[in-house]
């Protein structure tokens, strides 16, 4: 059975606590992955900052997602996007690798549907 779609998750650790706190760039950096990876959106992120220094998003996109949450205490994002297969996942989360002041960057590529 052949996997329709895709799942690319990473965790930035390490990350600077003002690009943390700063939704504006997190969801900035959501609309520019989705079209590195050739993903349409139109409609933009949905962000939310939180209380505790941390911000969530999410794009939604036809038949796919970016979400991103960042976390103050531990100085960490997690990223996520679940695509079609013939997008290319890479591209995306190098937006986020180029933009965030990361010590470490783990990432993993799993087949879904």
Known sequence: M????AQLSAEFIGVPAEQLADGALLGG????AASAAGLGGTHPPIVRERGDGGVSA???LDGAHITVHSFAD??????EV?????HDFRKALDVFARRLTAREVHSDLRARG
């Open 82 to 86: 679940l695509a079609p297969t013939s």
């Open 58 to 60: 999410a794009l939604l």
């Open 74 to 79: 531990s100085r960490r994002v997690l990223f």
């Open 2 to 5: 052949n996997a329709t779609h």
């Open 29 to 32: 950096l959501l609309v520019a």
